[in-house]
């Protein structure tokens, strides 16, 4: 099946620093990709929308200056989240959909929790 | 955001029991979806519904889309204890478009 990874798995930083979390589809070519954030025992919430090749569509109350989202190439999207603070940290999971495949099937990478000091 | 209406949010079950929760929303999906998330990893899909009515097994699992494509249940037969986990239904409107949660089941399994 369709496997996405996520790096890191885990980041703690400082408040005011960068982080920078990769998705990548191993197997297949993602033309979309989803960025999730989940907050402990909340479902998972929709954060932007990743394109191949163009900006990404933000979700609203997402700042957009805040998560820098880059897809590149059809097997990477990265999420930056830029001057980071406390209330940044999270849960941050990505998703891909198989291009061509069934609709609506999303695989998920495994997920990067980040705490932020 | 939307989110889809599921419940139960929680369920504590003897191992050997039957599971079943559902999900319902008030717009129509073109696909459904069910996923399973355990502690600290990404959502793992379960099973995809795409056409009202339909019923699809997945080995102990067993999912339906609504005939009006407003709701789905999934039905855990014989649990064991590694079902436990937290289970998410999930719609998606059409085409490429972003996957709406729902604020997910939370299963325990007591041995």
């Known amino acids: 099946g369709a496997v996405v990874s996520q790096h890191p798995s885990w980041v703690i930083c400082k408040s005011g620093t960068s982080v920078k979390i990769e998705c990548r589809s191993l197997?297949?070519?993602?033309?979309?990709m989803f960025w999730y954030r989940q907050f402990p025992k909340q479902s998972l919430m929709l954060m932007a929308t990743?394109?191949?090749?163009?900006?990404?569509?933000?979700e609203q109350g997402v700042e957009k200056d805040k998560f820098l989202i880059n897809h590149a190439s059809l097997t990477l999207s990265t999420l930056t989240v830029t001057s980071a603070h406390p209330e940044d940290s999270s849960f941050y999971i990505c998703?891909?959909?198989?291009?061509?495949?069934?609709?609506?099937?999303?695989?998920f990478g495994e997920g990067s929790r980040l705490t932020v000091l | 955001g939307q989110q889809l209406n599921q419940s139960p949010q929680s369920m504590f079950i003897q191992e050997g029991e039957d599971v079943s929760m559902n999900c319902t929303s008030s717009?129509?999906?073109?696909?459904w979806l069910w996923y399973k998330q355990d502690p600290g990893e990404g959502p793992v899909l379960l099973i995809a519904?795409?056409?009202?009515?339909e019923l699809t097994s997945n080995g102990r699992l067993t999912a339906q889309f609504g005939i009006t494509r407003k709701d789905s249940f999934l039905n855990i037969s014989a649990s064991i204890p590694s079902d436990v986990g937290i289970y998410f239904c999930?719609?998606?409107?059409?085409?490429?478009?972003?996957?709406?949660f729902g604020k997910g089941t939370r299963l325990s399994v007591i041995a």
């Open positions: 519904l795409y056409k009202a009515g």
């Open positions: 197997d297949f070519q993602a033309t979309t």
């Open positions: 998703s891909a959909t198989l291009a061509g495949g069934p609709s609506g099937e999303l695989f």
């Open positions: 990743s394109n191949e090749g163009s900006k990404a569509t933000y």
């Open positions: 999930a719609g998606q409107h059409s085409g490429n478009t972003p996957l709406v």
């Open positions: 717009s129509i999906f073109n696909t």
